[in-house]
């Protein structure tokens, strides 16, 4: 199990270092400088600028000192805030992007898990039918279609909740972007679950497990849980990912000052470090989440750990 | 079948009417009117779906907006069948180091954040719409090549293809006799529910603005449009909100309604 | 009053009716076989029994457990029978475990879900229950995940969670099936001496295990009961023409005539053959270790052996579709090298093979013309396509498959005529040499009979020369010419049927003969010849393979590899081979 763990750590640095080398190389070759955008400046001012940026080494130099800081925690300094680095702007803007995401994603375990084993107990009834169209249904709304449908109707419309980030620290202000971002998520689990609960239930060792009287509950908790759970556990990295995506649109729409929505102004301004060291975040959380994953199934799957 | 029949019937009626729909109506798409903006869907001046808040005609944009989300997302597939499905197969058929390696190479983009690369791509290049359709495409090939892999490793390891090989059956007519037909239905299954995929990373790209550029149109840069102006004219959100969400839903159940076509026809 | 009393019982699924009026009476303590081939309803109802059906079927008759209605019953009293008055054993245990819970904690939760333990006590009725099965450190054993077992002990435990809660009727759905021989008779002899007083059902296709281990028998045919009664007297006197057939087409190893042996030039000659396979992390496996042997022309030789013996890569090898790690084959004079795409044309026409699993050896969008007629593409280009349809329809018409199959796709052929499919494409080139592995292991007994036939009469016909691949000695007896003996990736015996049958001189060729169950209820069942299973390629024992299984080891058998040498026209590998 150590080995296992330790290899797949290992396995995951270069991911990382591939991720990191792409976004630093894209950034690069972007065509002009990112200062030439909107006025032309005086040579020794660029040839200023240049120096203080480290523009002017070459690039494996530059790729060197980017991870050497990223070592450190440090993303840089950001082009377009003069005074403040990447990493400040990151981490002032990430409390909040983290709590609605991790609110969305217990949100959507929870009822997704729990309404797809509903289906796949009654598989075939109009219970079961109900809860698949509506959970298509979900998987086919895009999150920026729902967001605004929902403030129509609850802000707009009943006035029940607030349609934007209040700055007072209220509860319900968490309401609407947590539910927004966790629906596709729900939904994606919810079939997820079902399909591999009847799959699971129809293995040869819980008709074991029922021929020995076991009942259904019983089956069902110490059977199947375990097995049917997989896919869903296997597919939490996506699920943090689609959930970093749509907490670009969530946090556009309800104006909140989290990461996406920097993300999505440093991209709208050219300030390219803030973008690049976004992109560098996300997929540092992302590898790191799709490890944890890796392991977490080897815990469970007692077969995986001997590959 | 009557799920795909019913949803496959709904997509062709949108797509016609997205085609013939602007030739019918006497309106453009560019030509704004500052005496009718945001003005309610009527039957006057053939303005079905209203006005924008430049007074363009909306039924028109709504229509051309179809059109570019239905092609982004064929163009995005088709780059997404041939390059998953050329590397899933060298994968799977050649098997071995070569196909652990370039699985391991598959696994690696997956832990990519790829929304992000593909919004940093368009910054960088400036929006240009052929880059979206590859970008698009680039991004959904990794599953088709993933069962892709894993159909053709299974099939080459069946017997049938083992008694091929054995007779001296060539290798070109084991790869298109006797393992491409038998990878057909999950490939078509695999691609309806690409193209849903496609479609909504357009608009998501769109609805950001960093997709298509004005005048031009697509769904998710209505939906982004209509968003700012739901309080006063909620239909400039919801008809293009709606179409979007049928399109999708659509391409969902024909999805589904194939793959359990195809898996009761393999259960034979 | 019948502790288990079926009358009528029916199951339907929509049109398609798979049992059809059967009637079945168990008494307490007594055991009962429920023999048929595929198809025939026999595990369907024994689901019946236990309330178990997919909910797609419709059940009408009557199924009385002790006097008291099964069918129809809520699922409550249904759960207080599961285990606790019906134990059930199902044929493959590595899919009847599960393989994510240890199997101490599986058996534990039959006994906390009937209330027959508290948390505390239950784990050491566990342990003592699987030492009562014969699981070695039941301790250690307790704590292992299905995986980690052999295919022997998975099965011990899950008759261990069969019978953990002490029912009065114990189901075994063809308990010995996914097992090796040897380990089939350690099965059976466990089942025979744990049961104690609790009544057997015992559904098998296998006459021979009924023969040795049932009282009475009921024979099903599609669905309906063909005959029942006790079994020496079925066995007897066979009323029902199906019994006949099966009985007839049951294949004795204890005796019948060997076929003549056959005095051809040598065809193909196997020389120190050795396959060996990397693993994962490195580790290499031996699974063929220098066998040779000859054929020749128009004879058969079968290669017999358990899981894992070798017999497989070693024809693999010599078709060309492994690799060979050393040794040579010379096929009519000519050395046969290299892997089978880079062979000359010839040489590929003249050996083909048939597979054990017609459904997987047949592309299934293919229509069997077209499967039968590609090696004529491939081999005779510029033949005319009549003159080629008139091959394939020729070819057909040997197997005994009429022109009206030529369109049909292999999903619309049975099991039998799939086959038959699958040996007209290897027939349709005229090979020389035809391999055939477990060619005849997935079909019923009277269609296995058909195919044997139809094997011999082109053999008589073409002079045809056939390796004949088998775990089955009782087949291997009524086709082959000469056997080879093979244990671990080792050959340990190769003989003349006769001799091989007669006079065995290895320990496991004795052993795997004596583990066949006979097809009469006059012959006592033997006990289990051999302890143990096969030991792990990977890392095989020293000295002799078979010597941790051996009943005649000594010192020098765990130190000393025997050499394969000459005792009175048989090659044995053993240092102290049995003089019989």
Redesign the interface.
Known sequence: MLRYTLLRILGAIPTLLLVIALAFLMVHAAPGGPFDAERRLPPEVEANIAAKYHLDEPLPKQFARYLGGLLQGDLGPSYRYRDRTVSELIGSAFPNSLRIGALAILFALLVGISSGTYAALRQGTLTDRFVMGLSMTGISIPVFVIAPVLVLLFAVKLQWLPAGWTSTESVSRYVLPVITLALPQIAYIARLTRASMIDVLGRDFVRTARAQGLGTLRVVRVHALKPALLPVLSYMGPAIAGIITGSVVVEEIFGISGVGQQFVRGALNRDYTLVLGVVVFYATLIVAFNLIVDILYAVIDPRVRYR | MKTVKVTGSILLAIAVAAIAGPWLSPNDYVTTNFNAILSNPSIDGARWFGTDDLGRDLFVRTMLGIRVTLAVAIVASIVSLVIGVTYGAIAGYVGGRVDAVMMRFVDTLYALPFIFFVILLMVVFERNFLLIFVAIGAINWLDMARIVRGQTLSLREREFVEAARLTGVSTARIVFRHIAPNLIGIVVVYITLTIPQAILFESFLSFLGLGVQEPQTSLGTLVDAGVGHMERASWTLLIPASLLAVILLCFNFMGDGLRDYFDARHGQ | MSLLDVTGLTIRYGNNTVVDGVNLFVERGESVGLVGESGSGKSQSAMAI?G?LS?GAEVSGSIEFDGRQVLGAD??W???????RIG?V?Q?PM???????RVG??LR??LL??GLADARSADARVTEMLARVGLPDPQRQFRA?P?ELSGGMRQRV?IA?ALI?EPDLLIADEPTTALDVTVQAQILDLLEDIRDNTALLLITHDLGIVAGHCEHMIVLEKGRVAEAGPTTSVFASPRHEHTQTLLSAALRVDRGAAPEPVDGRTLLAVDEASVRYRE?GGAALEAVNDVSFALRQGETVAVVGESGSGKSSLVRAV?G?VPMASGKVVYAGEPLEGP??HRA?AQ??D???V?Q?PA???????RVQTIVE??LL??ERGMPSNERLGRVTAILAKVGLSDAFLRRFP?ELSGGQAQRV?IA??LV?EPRVLVCDEAVAALDGSVRKQVLELLRNVQDETGLSIIFISHDLAVVRSISHRVLVMYAGRLVEAASNEQIFSTPLHPYTKALIDSVPVPDPVVAPKAAPVRGETPSLLNPPPGCVFHPRCPRVDDTCSVERPRLRDSGGTRVACHYPLDN
């Open positions: 236990l178990l909910a699922e409550r249904l759960d207080t029978l599961r285990a606790r059930i199902f493959d899919q009847a475990l599960n393989p994510y819970l904690i599986q939760q039959v879900a009937h995940y995986h899950m969670s809660a994962r078709l579709l089978v795409q044309r590929r026409r050996l083909q093979l597979f699993d997987s050896a047949l592309n299934p969008q293919m590609e090696p491939v081999h999903h699958a494409r290897a080139l």
